[in-house]
Every structure is written in structure tokens, then in C-alpha cells.
């Protein structure tokens, strides 16, 4: 195990967490850490805004046309990074999720900085001055991605799984707290289903905080939540 900034040990996420619907696993994401670990740096930040997409039913998923060369990962096995490229200039951090076969995956929206703030800083080529401008660092799926260094030809298909992989995905114990649950965003199909999830008040989401309480009953019959 590693150790956490907290001093807390930070235990990688096994496999079959990934391996069910991804709006589970989206929501249960919320307050795990994205750890970045080789050359004797590590960089962990704290996952606070996330995106389900729903694989064969789900228009708005890459994987809804069925298994090519490009989109393989979100096929399975679970628990691995699918990495694309968006808009000519960034990429964005995916998981698969669902059994292995069966096409899903949650983006990674907004994190919360925890260590490494000084080189997540000089990969996104900005100054950090105080407190106020840490959202300009990982909020956002281009950002995060930058500042974590990720690409598709460093990270792609790698093991979210594993210590042995520079990146991966653990719990430290950190309650997420109060969850919200919205549209996606950024989007055109699709655009209605609730699939987005963040943390209640967390000032790293990227995106509306908006939550809708008559739409409550409708989120839970499509969560499954109590």
C-alpha cells in the first residue's frame, strides 16, 4: 500500500469494483484518488466530478457502434484506461466499467489536488499563487488530463488497478460527502439522461451545480438507490 498525504494508506480499487453498471461505479469514484507514480514523483488528487456512459445503450458513448481498434478498452476487462482525444488539443481519462464483454465506462470530469501541486503547475504551464487558482490545475477533463500528464500513447489500456501501472485508482477512506446528480454536460445525444455525478459544494467541478429535486424519485429508480 501506499501512504497518503493524510498519512492514510491509499489501497488500489480491485477489479471487481469496475465490473458493474458504470452509474455505480460513477457515483462510488466520487472521493477516490487518482495517484501518478514513476521517477520518483507522485502526484494524487482527489476525484470530485464524474460521467457515466452506458456502452450499447447509450448513444452518447463511444462504444454505442459496437468494438472498433480505437475503442477496445471500453470492451474490457474492467478497470482499465481508455484515453481519448477531443477538439484537436486535449485529452480525457475514461474507466471501463461492466463485465468483461459488455461495453461502459465513466469520464473523469473535475479532481480535487492533493500532492504534486507544483508539478501538475508546470505541466499545465500556469502559476499557482494561492489557494484561488488550484481549479485552474484539474478542473475540467482537459486540465486534469494535462496536469496528470496523460495521453493516449503513455496511458491508454493501462491498469487503473495496479501499483505496478504509474496510474491507478485508490481509497485513502476520505467519505465523498453530499453527492449530486445532473445531465451530462457537453454533449448533444442524450444530453437529458443523469449520468453526471459530483460532489456536493466542491469548488473543482468543472461544470452546473445544479440539483433538481423533483427529479429525485427518477434519479433513484435509475441508480437503484435507496
Same mark, same amino acid.
Given at each position: 500500500?501506499?501512504?497518503?498525504?493524510?498519512g492514510?494508506?491509499?489501497?488500489?480499487?480491485?477489479?471487481?469494483?469496475y465490473?458493474?453498471?458504470?452509474?455505480?461505479?460513477?457515483?462510488?469514484l466520487?472521493g477516490?484518488?487518482?495517484?501518478?507514480?514513476?521517477?520518483?514523483?507522485r502526484?494524487?488528487?482527489?476525484?470530485?466530478?464524474?460521467?457515466?456512459?452506458?456502452?450499447?445503450?447509450?448513444p452518447?458513448?463511444?462504444s454505442y457502434?459496437?468494438?472498433? =481498434?480505437?475503442?477496445?478498452?471500453?470492451?474490457g %476487462?474492467? $478497470?482499465?484506461?481508455? &484515453?481519448?482525444?477531443?477538439? *484537436?488539443?486535449?485529452y480525457?481519462?475514461?474507466?471501463?466499467?461492466n463485465?468483461?464483454?459488455?461495453?461502459?465506462g465513466?469520464?473523469?470530469?473535475a479532481?480535487?489536488?492533493i500532492?504534486?501541486?507544483?508539478?501538475?503547475?508546470l505541466?499545465?504551464?500556469?502559476?499557482?499563487?494561492?489557494?484561488?487558482?488550484?481549479?485552474?490545475?484539474?478542473?475540467?477533463?482537459?486540465r486534469?488530463a494535462?496536469?496528470?500528464?496523460?495521453?493516449?500513447e503513455?496511458?491508454?489500456?493501462?491498469?487503473?488497478?495496479?501499483?505496478?501501472?504509474? =496510474?491507478?485508482?485508490?481509497?485513502d477512506?476520505? %467519505?465523498? $460527502?453530499?453527492?449530486? &446528480?445532473?445531465?451530462?454536460i *457537453?454533449?448533444?445525444k442524450?444530453?437529458?439522461?443523469?449520468?453526471?455525478?459530483f460532489?456536493?459544494?466542491?469548488?473543482?467541478?468543472?461544470?452546473?451545480?445544479?440539483?433538481?429535486?423533483?427529479?429525485?424519485?427518477?434519479?433513484?429508480?435509475?441508480?437503484?438507490?435507496?
Open positions: 500500500m501506499k501512504e497518503s498525504p493524510e492514510e494508506a491509499i489501497r488500489p480499487l480491485e477489479r471487481p469494483f465490473a458493474r453498471n458504470p452509474r455505480r461505479v460513477a457515483r462510488e466520487l477516490k484518488v487518482l495517484v501518478r507514480q514513476e521517477a520518483g514523483k502526484l494524487t488528487a482527489r476525484i470530485v466530478e464524474v460521467e457515466a456512459y452506458l456502452g450499447a445503450n447509450d452518447a458513448s463511444h457502434s459496437g468494438k472498433t =481498434l480505437r475503442n477496445d478498452v471500453l470492451f %476487462p474492467p $478497470g482499465y484506461a481508455y &484515453i481519448y482525444f477531443i477538439y *484537436g488539443n486535449h480525457c481519462l475514461n474507466v471501463s466499467c463485465p468483461d464483454g459488455k461495453a461502459g465513466v469520464l473523469f470530469r479532481l480535487e489536488p500532492s504534486g501541486i507544483d508539478e501538475m503547475a505541466a499545465r504551464d500556469i502559476e499557482v499563487h494561492g489557494p484561488k487558482d488550484l481549479p485552474k490545475l484539474t478542473s475540467g477533463p482537459g486534469l494535462e496536469a496528470f500528464g496523460i495521453t493516449r503513455r496511458d491508454n489500456g493501462g491498469d487503473l488497478t495496479s501499483t505496478d501501472s504509474s =496510474l491507478w485508482i485508490g481509497d477512506g476520505h %467519505p465523498a $460527502g453530499k453527492i449530486q &446528480i445532473t445531465p451530462r *457537453g454533449i448533444t442524450a444530453a437529458d439522461e443523469l449520468l453526471r455525478y460532489i456536493r459544494g466542491n469548488r473543482f467541478v468543472s461544470g452546473p451545480r445544479l440539483f433538481v429535486k423533483p427529479l429525485i424519485r427518477r434519479i433513484r429508480r435509475k441508480t437503484g438507490a435507496a
